[in-house]
């Protein structure tokens, strides 16, 4: 994905549209359905005769990064296809569910929370990053357990891959981690890519 491609991508962040690209420079916008869910398409190259299947994300915003969240903030899903190269960038509502439809295959999904008011999106500073959990979050015990141990966050994260495979769909919580509890990462979208 060239630096041409990644320009054009973030120049509609933040416009509304909710825009995505994929490696293939693919450049699209998600859709949003009467119930309040943000379906992101992607254009993965398949074969015809490869099986699609759905996958539904949420997020959970510890206090932490409910405090970083004000209107020069944008959250950007990232999904890479592991072993195919396949990687799909799309801009997330903060306040809405994702849905989105996938060839079987291993994935790594991340949220990343950037400054919209960086000139590109190499160069933007990241200010939380969202892990998949281990847990389902949408549980007030939860909630309770992170406010009053805030730094055992890790606890709840999954690093791993996730198998997408038949029998879908496929249910993921994602939890943002604020950059500070995050030992050495960088800073820059662009050196993470790199150590990736």
Request: glycine share 6%.
């Amino acid at each position: 994905m060239d630096n041409e491609v990644l320009d054009g991508f973030w120049e509609e962040v933040s416009t509304g549209k909710y825009p995505i690209v994929d490696f293939q420079g693919n450049l699209c916008y998600s859709l949003l359905n009467p119930e309040g869910l943000l379906f992101v398409k992607n254009d993965f190259t398949a074969p015809s005769y490869e099986e699609f299947e759905l996958v539904f994300g949420d997020l959970f915003l510890p206090d932490t990064v409910q405090e970083l969240l004000f209107k020069d903030k944008v959250m950007l899903l990232m999904v890479y296809g592991k072993g195919t190269q396949n990687l799909l960038l799309s801009e997330l509502r903060m306040d809405v569910k994702f849905m989105l439809d996938l060839p079987r295959g291993q994935y790594f999904f991340f949220v990343f929370l950037l400054d919209v008011r960086d000139k590109s999106l190499l160069n933007s500073t990241i200010h939380a990053i969202g892990f998949l959990s281990r847990l389902h979050l949408n549980s007030p015990e939860l909630e309770a357990f992170y406010l009053k141990h805030p730094v055992d966050i890790w606890e709840f994260v999954n690093l791993s891959s996730i198998e997408i495979t038949r029998g879908g769909p496929f249910y993921l919580n994602l939890i943002m981690v604020n950059i500070e509890e995050i030992p050495g990462c960088s800073l820059l979208f662009s050196e993470l890519l790199q150590e990736d």
